[in-house]
């Protein structure tokens, strides 16, 4: 035994002094120290970019149960669901259930919704209730749920369901299809999507007759971690909220322009003596010509919050600069670019301005309210909270950096644009979810990822809070 172990142990030793010998060699002690270098380089980049982007999106602790485990048939009852941890403002669900042991009650012959909850967190009735038909005996519902009010981290509500023939009705939660969004932690810049638990979302209820000894056979609620907060069923009253569609009149801002004029008097001409006739040469009057600036500007269009693809980085935004005593006044229309941190950028030449003066610039993108500044550099800690009445931008001749990054355009006013987010926008965006049409994404895609979805409807219920273009 010895003899063997000590013959494998020369055998090692011999391939690593020609290993090693090898790498002696200048050739390949360069091809050794290149892979090295390549492997660190590989290994920082996946552990700086691809596993915090990979863990980046959050996850809604979520509770999946039904009011009660065993029915008889003809009874009503209920399927809870309660998500928590995140602030959800909207939620596109997709339920699939057996349907040849229960009824969704918007299914029935005389249908209402099924939709409830115990507090006015979510819109109702749904912005989509819709069951499709599959071919195993079950049907899927599709809810689209929305909150112009999210302001808790805890959302519930309840689907009801009657009971029509004996044996076990199952409800799982479509994982692969079903979204969410909203505010993450205390970040309110834009909506950000957030995940479902990985696993099955599942649950039964039993269908037995009046006294039948039955038990459910299976039901999985996964539990999202260990430190998450206790749950609780809730017990539902039915309670239907309508919508409000506020609506308004825009209004005008007033242009005034002034155009000076100038005048040239001669001097008379004078006469000295019969034979000699002189008449002076007036000296000509000159207008002093005001110096031309730049204006440098980043700018952050709320719900862009990382660089879009190849066909969505320019846009054009309309911006207007206008002195405080209203008696200058350009508006141009800039193309700006996006950048890899998600700022825009662009820049805008003005000829003859009056420096001396003091200025407001307004901006306006093409899906978006207009915003105004009264500072070259305006800060909020939430989107819209930045306000000002009375400009203190002064300019100077050449460039002139405007950095807006610190606020956010608020998406929402759609083309054809009426300086008012209203229901004409929201309703847009509502029935076209899920569209991939250029004609609609230039429209209602706010957030620039290639199709209108939660996210985009969510920008613009928030942009009802503001509502207006500030003037």
Not at 17 to 30: A, E, S
């Amino acid at each position: 035994m010895m003899q063997i172990v000590t013959t494998h142990s020369n055998r090692f030793i011999g391939l690593a002094q020609r290993i090693f010998g090898q790498v002696r060699k200048p050739k390949m002690f360069l091809i050794v120290a290149v892979g090295i270098v390549v492997f660190i380089g590989l290994f920082w980049f996946m552990n700086t970019y691809i596993r915090p982007f990979l863990a980046s999106i959050p996850i809604a602790q979520t509770e999946f149960t039904p009011s009660a485990p065993t029915v008889k048939p003809g009874d009503q009852f209920s399927i809870n669901m309660q998500l928590s941890g995140e602030t959800i403002t909207a939620a596109d669900v997709y339920i699939t259930y057996t349907s040849d042991k229960v009824v969704y009650l918007a299914d029935l012959p005389n249908p209402v919704t099924g939709f409830n909850q115990i507090s006015d967190y979510f819109d109702a009735p749904p912005i989509v209730e819709e069951l499709t038909s599959n071919a195993d005996n079950t049907k899927t519902l599709h809810l689209v749920l929305v909150s112009q009010k999210a302001n808790s981290n805890v959302a519930q509500f309840s689907l009801k369901f009657k009971a029509h023939a004996l044996g076990e009705a199952a409800f799982t939660i479509d994982t692969s299809r079903s979204k969410l969004s909203g505010s993450v932690g205390t970040d309110l810049s834009s909506a950000s999507y957030i995940s479902f638990p990985e696993g099955v979302l599942r649950t039964t209820v039993i269908i037995a007759e009046d006294g039948a000894d039955a038990t459910p056979t299976h039901t999985h609620t996964p539990t999202p971690s260990d430190d998450s907060d206790p749950t609780v069923t809730p017990t539902v009253d039915p309670s239907i909220s309508p919508s409000i569609s506020p609506s308004t009149s825009p209004s005008i801002s007033p242009t005034l322009t002034i155009m000076p004029t100038a005048s040239l008097v001669p001097s008379p001409t004078a006469t000295l003596s019969p034979t000699v006739t002189s008449t002076p040469t007036p000296a000509p009057t000159t207008v002093a010509q005001n110096p031309n600036v730049t204006l440098d500007m980043k700018v952050r269009l709320q719900g862009v919050v990382t660089q879009p693809k190849e066909a969505y980085r320019q846009q054009t935004m309309k911006i207007l600069v206008q002195s405080t005593d209203k008696s200058f006044r350009e508006e141009q229309a800039i193309s700006f670019t996006v950048n890899g941190e998600a700022l825009w950028v662009g820049s805008m030449k003005i000829v003859n301005v009056p420096t001396s003066k003091t200025f407001n610039i307004y901006i306006k993108g093409t899906k978006h309210l207009q915003r105004k500044i009264c500072t070259l550099a305006p800060t909020e800690t939430v989107p819209g909270q930045y306000d000002c009445s009375s400009g203190q931008i002064t300019l100077k001749e050449g460039t002139n950096v405007v950095d807006m990054s610190k606020i956010f355009v608020l998406a929402g006013d759609i083309p054809i644009q009426n300086g008012i987010v209203d229901s004409v926008d929201v309703i847009y965006v509502r029935k076209n979810l899920g569209v991939t049409s250029p004609a609609v994404l230039s429209r209602a895609d706010f957030n620039l990822d290639g199709i209108v979805d939660t996210q985009d409807y969510t920008l613009a219920v928030t942009a009802l809070g503001f509502k207006y273009d500030e003037k």
